[in-house]
């Protein structure tokens, strides 16, 4: 029997045309979020934040600054997936419950502060490759956790980051990494597409 996971990588497609009369629960979206945020991060910094756009005036709002894509506002909710920039100071506060869940013993803390910092630390580029690194893992998991709840995901690009940064109070160290529409998918999205021959892909060394 195939495995659900390979199922579900395989049937998963991206979901334009959403049922506009279907919403979701507060609890069924904090869910979506509790399970993507099951994603693994670099030394588990968990620098992302989830926005859920989902009142009709804030995703008209954010359709607007969003290159008007319908699905923004035909969707139950768009996230705006932020990743915050990498900074090892947060690290010792979320590796407290890693050392409090005995997985990890306290004295290891310092070395990874100090690990994180030597790739970060003044390394403004880094810090932002790492804050687009965990934002797409979350939002990879994300996209999963909404297809094993029957749901469809889209994500977008097509916005104008500064517009969305602003109008929704981003802070000073998050980037607006991708919109991720979730809903209920409608009868006309196309199948996943033909992708790419393994040997264009794939180099084994
Ligand atoms: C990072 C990213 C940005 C995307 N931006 C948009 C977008 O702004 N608007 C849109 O309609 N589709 C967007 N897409 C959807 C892609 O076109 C779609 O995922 C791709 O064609 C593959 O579709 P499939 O996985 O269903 O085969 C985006 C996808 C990704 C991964």
Redesign the pocket.
């Known amino acids: 029997m195939t495995h659900p996971i390979i199922t579900a990588i395989e049937e ?3 979901t ?1 045309l959403f049922d506009t009369t279907r919403v979701l629960s507060d609890a069924q979206i904090q869910e979506l979020v509790r399970l993507a945020t099951r994603a693994p991060t670099s030394f588990n910094l968990q620098n992302w934040r989830f926005i859920a756009v989902r009142t009709q005036d804030a995703k008209a709002r954010l359709r607007a600054i969003a ?1 008007d ?1 319908v699905k923004i506002t035909d969707a139950a909710v768009t996230f705006i997936i932020c990743g915050q920039l990498a900074d090892e100071k947060t690290l010792p506060d979320r590796l407290a419950p890693v050392v409090e869940a005995g997985i990890m013993p306290e004295p290891m803390v310092a070395g990874w502060v100090d690990a994180a910092a030597g790739l970060y630390a003044g390394q403004p580029w880094r810090q932002r490759d790492e804050a687009v690194r965990t934002a797409t893992f979350g939002a990879a998991t994300l996209i999963f956790a909404a297809h094993a709840m029957g749901l469809g995901a ?5 916005f104008d980051q500064d517009a969305v940064a602003r109008d929704f109070d981003l802070a000073a160290n998050e980037i607006p990494v ?1 919109l991720l529409s979730v809903g209920f998918p409608i009868a006309g999205n ?1 199948p ?2 033909p992708r790419r021959p393994m040997d264009d892909v794939l180099t084994l060394v």
């Open positions: 998963r497609r991206t334009v290159w894509q889209g994500p977008m690009i097509g991708m196309w996943q597409k």
